[in-house]
């Protein structure tokens, strides 16, 4: 018997702290999953008390997808749970579908190859996913769309320094300058935070579990935050990776209190998961194939 516990000792310190949260985090999906609950807000709320950490995606020298529901981002969040609830309507409850999903929504048109092939603007994320039949951006030329966000992005190229990829291959700056070249010039509509509209109308327009894409007068950038919709009786709030509270909550303010408390915060764009998802032709995702999930 001590030999047994021996062994087994061993065995799991030869397991890098990595490899175990690797383990940890497909045995959680697959826990959430079990469910069979199809909603966003399901998934988001698991996940509510999480650690807001940032740059979590940064870890590997070389591009790969990474899953962590252990530590989350305003970001990762919302592809996460997006990528639960994908699996979850599509009838499946297994980790690979999962990660499959993921690398669906975290790059462009689901094929990872390379840093600049995830999307790193959320205007690009809503494009491409939209593209390939998964999510819609709900709009209207009529209220309470009654803003104009005209993007003109720059801010990844002209701060390469942020950003750990970009540091250790300055060769990649020009690739994604061209990407923030072809976004430049497209225009999108938006709901004002200095308009607010009345609740009736935004229920006509805002769903829970929307994903809510706060826009921002910040010089380069498209979108400041992200997060889900929560009607409460109060109104319309933001449940999020919050930076603030250093972990997942359900604001407690309203929507446009919070909103008013940034004043680089312009308004939000609406996006909506596809009820239906179109079938997918694409391989599985490549990490998962190769570790065998």
């Known amino acids: 018997m001590n030999t047994r516990i021996i062994a087994l000792f061993l065995l799991l310190l030869s397991f890098s702290s990595k490899g175990l949260a690797e383990v940890s985090d497909s045995i959680v999906v697959e826990r959430l999953l079990a469910s069979g609950d199809t909603t966003t807000l399901y998934y988001a709320r698991q996940l509510l008390g999480k650690p807001y950490v940032g740059q979590t995606l940064e870890v590997n020298d070389k591009e790969q997808l990474v899953v962590n529901l252990r530590q989350l981002d305003c970001t990762t969040l919302v592809e996460t749970v997006c990528a639960l609830t994908m699996t ?3 009838g499946k409850r297994d980790f690979h579908s999962f990660c499959h999903h993921l690398q669906q929504l975290r790059y462009r048109q689901g094929k990872l190859y390379g840093y600049p092939s995830r999307l790193h603007y959320f205007s690009d994320w809503i494009e ?22 005209k993007l003109n992005l720059n801010y990844m190229s002209m701060h390469p320094q942020a950003y750990k990829a970009l540091r250790q291959h300055p060769e990649m700056v020009k690739q994604i300058a061209a990407q923030e070249k072809n976004l430049t010039g497209r225009q999108y509509r938006y709901i004002p935070k200095d308009n607010k509209p009345d609740n009736r109308l935004l229920r006509q327009f805002i769903h829970d579990g929307d994903i809510l894409a706060i826009t921002c007068s910040k010089p380069g950038l498209d979108i400041a935050h992200l997060g889900f919709a929560v009607w409460r009786k109060d109104g ?24 008013a408390k940034h004043p680089s915060h312009t308004g939000i764009r609406v996006i909506r998961l596809t009820p239906v998802l179109p079938r997918c032709r694409q391989s599985a995702c490549s990490q998962c194939r190769a570790k065998g999930n």
């Open 88 to 90: 979850a309507r599509e």
């Open 236 to 259: 319309l709030h933001l449940f999020n990776a919050s930076q603030i509270h250093k972990k997942v909550v359900e604001e407690p303010m309203t929507l446009w209190q919070y909103l």
């Open 128 to 149: 491409d996913n939209a593209a390939m039949g998964l999510v819609e951006e709900i709009t209207s030329e009529r209220p309470p769309f009654t803003a104009i966000q």
